[in-house]
Every structure is written in C-alpha cells, then in structure tokens.
C-alpha cells in the first residue's frame, strides 16, 4: 500500500494524501482533470482529492467538489509533493528556444485533441536545446509545457496561428530528423524542412 504522505495547511490542519492511479475526471465545464491523490484527516476521514486540471495546475478539491483556496505557501508545498523540482524553478517561455517552444507546444496540442492523461503517457514533452530540460522526467516535462505554453488556444491567441505553426512545425521536423524520419507532407512541414536544411 502506498504510505500517505503529510500536507499541513497554514492554519495547523494536517492532511494526509495517499497517491493513486492517475485517473481522469470530467468536470461540469467540459474540462478534464487527473486526480493525483485522495486525501484524508488525521481521523481517517475522507477529506477530498489533489488533482491537476487541463493547464497543468494542482488543485486541491474538498468533498463538496469546491477547490480550496490556496495560499502561495501552501500550493510551494504541494507542488513540492508531487515533483521533486518544481516547475517554477525551470525557464521561463521568454528563456526557450524557437525548438524548445515547438516542443512545448507539439505537447500541448496532443493535450487538446487526445486529452491529458493520454498525451502525458504518449506523446511527453521532449525538449531539444536547453540543458536544464533535455532529459527531464516526462511527468516534470510534460507539466512545464503545460505550464509555459499554457494551451494551444492561448498559444494562438498570444503568439498567432501563423508563429505557433512555425514553431510547432520546427520542431516536429527537428523530432523527425533525429529519429531519421519524413512523416508530413502538409505545407507548413515542408516548409519547417525546408527552414531545417531538409529538402522538399
């Protein structure tokens, strides 16, 4: 059996979380979340879930389905429970590479068309230049990008259809290169290629 592991709340309540199968959950909004934990009191009484909605963010639920109200420090240290690096302490969008945005972005795509749960076990985020990304751990990996990139309508949004493709599609070919491979024919990847030094 899995140990629980403590939480304390800054007002001296302590929780006990026990991890669990990611398992997903639809909300009322449409949204999906993957509960992490159910969670209970020192008495042993149910005391809701920690779950992480579809940007990546922890939420603590209690068993009304209201999330708390976290305070900075108590979400440092939940956060801190459930990835032994926080994403906070990694680079920011600005810091990334064109590559290393595709990648997050290549991630955050697969999020909105195959779900969360899916995209992290099938499709993490790999990240290509910056050293302190290449070879994370999928699960921290695939939380960053959901975190810098936020989701592929926002990515729009901010940067633009025609930026997110040039991206996207810049790091796709750059994936496929190092795997030795040509998989797209569309406009926009050859043109990736052609960008790459490929051919057409």
């Known amino acids: 059996m899995t140990e629980p592991m403590t939480f304390t709340l800054d007002r001296g309540r302590t929780l006990l979380l026990t991890p669990a199968p990611v398992t997903p959950v639809k909300k009322l ?9 159910t969670v209970t009191d020192e008495s042993g ?4 879930l920690v779950s ?23 979400r440092e240290r939940l956060n801190a429970l459930f990835a032994p690096r926080r ?7 600005d810091e990334l590479s064109d590559l290393d945005k595709g990648a997050a972005l290549l991630h955050v795509w697969k999020r909105r068309w195959e779900g969360t749960g899916y995209a992290r076990e099938n499709y993490p985020a790999r990240y290509l230049e910056h050293p302190r990304l290449v070879g994370l751990a ?15 309508d926002f990515a729009v949004d901010l940067l633009g259809m025609d930026e997110v493709e040039r991206l996207y599609f810049g790091a796709l070919v750059e994936e ?9 024919t569309s406009p926009a ?12």
């Open 87 to 93: 994403v906070s302490d990694l680079p920011s969008w």
């Open 45 to 48: 009484n149910r005391a809701g």
């Open 138 to 152: 999928p699960e921290l990996a695939c939380r960053h990008a959901a975190t810098v990139a936020r989701y592929w």
């Open 176 to 184: 496929d290169r190092r795997r030795g491979v040509v998989r797209q």
């Open 29 to 37: 909004t449409g949204t999906t979340r993957e509960v992490l934990a």
């Open 189 to 200: 990847y050859r043109a990736a290629l052609v960008a790459a030094g490929g051919t057409r």
């Open 52 to 74: 992480r909605d579809h940007v990546g963010a922890l939420c603590l639920t209690w068993p009304n389905r209201l999330d708390a109200h976290l305070t900075k420090g108590e």
